[in-house]
């Protein structure tokens, strides 16, 4: 599995922000209004995953009072960062292209708690990136310290 790339999830975020924002536009009038939830569970979640990453780290480097943690663990949680990583992207594009839209209507009352909703949604899907991409660092096999010594 190859360790993700930034630049893609910037991408992916874009991409997705500008599709959301054009189909916002067409139908803001019909769609619910959006749910203020999303901000605690997703921080939540960044919160789980980073500490995820701290142990996992500390575990793969053994350090002392830790336990070694087994190979198909760490594989699962790589599969985790990889997929919160995306998703996160996805999810917070979908936010930022709806905060793209309602920028436009701060004037008027609901739009404007639906603005500060989504960009709070945002920076939580980016904590949660972040997140992911601590917790897939730490999953990386280290280097031996053998192989580090000069030939």
Same mark, same amino acid.
């Given at each position: 599995?190859?360790?993700?790339?930034?630049?893609?999830?910037? /991408?992916?975020?874009?991409v997705v922000a500008v599709l959301t924002?054009?189909?916002?536009?067409?139908?803001?009038?019909?769609?619910?209004?959006?749910?203020?939830?999303?901000?605690?569970?997703?921080?939540?979640?960044?919160?789980?995953?980073?500490?995820?990453?701290?142990?996992?780290?500390?575990?793969?480097?053994?350090?002392?009072?830790?336990?070694?943690?087994?190979?198909?663990?760490?594989?699962?949680?790589?599969? +985790?960062?990889?997929?919160?990583?995306?998703? /996160?992207?996805?999810? /917070?594009?979908?936010?930022?292209?709806?905060?793209?839209?309602?920028?436009?209507?701060?004037?008027?009352?609901?739009?404007?708690?639906?603005?500060?909703?989504?960009? /709070?949604?945002? +920076?939580?899907?980016?904590?949660?990136?972040?997140?992911?991409?601590?917790?897939?660092?730490?999953?990386?096999?280290?280097k031996d310290r053998d192989d580090q010594?000069?030939?």
């Amino acid at each position: 599995m190859r360790p993700t790339r930034p630049a893609v999830l910037v /991408g992916l975020v874009l991409v997705v922000a500008v599709l959301t924002w054009m189909l916002v536009r067409q139908f803001y009038a019909d769609l619910p209004i959006v749910p203020w939830t999303a901000i605690p569970t997703v921080l939540l979640l960044a919160v789980g995953e980073a500490y995820t990453a701290w142990m996992t780290k500390a575990r793969i480097d053994r350090k002392p009072d830790t336990k070694p943690i087994e190979p198909m663990a760490v594989a699962r949680l790589a599969a +985790l960062a990889k997929a919160s990583a995306y998703a /996160g992207a996805m999810f /917070g594009g979908v936010f930022a292209g709806f905060a793209l839209h309602t920028v436009q209507l701060l004037a008027r009352e609901t739009p404007r708690v639906e603005f500060f909703i989504a960009t /709070g949604s945002f +920076l939580s899907f980016v904590a949660l990136i972040c997140a992911a991409l601590m917790l897939e660092h730490a999953c990386r096999v280290p280097k031996d310290r053998d192989d580090q010594s000069p030939k």
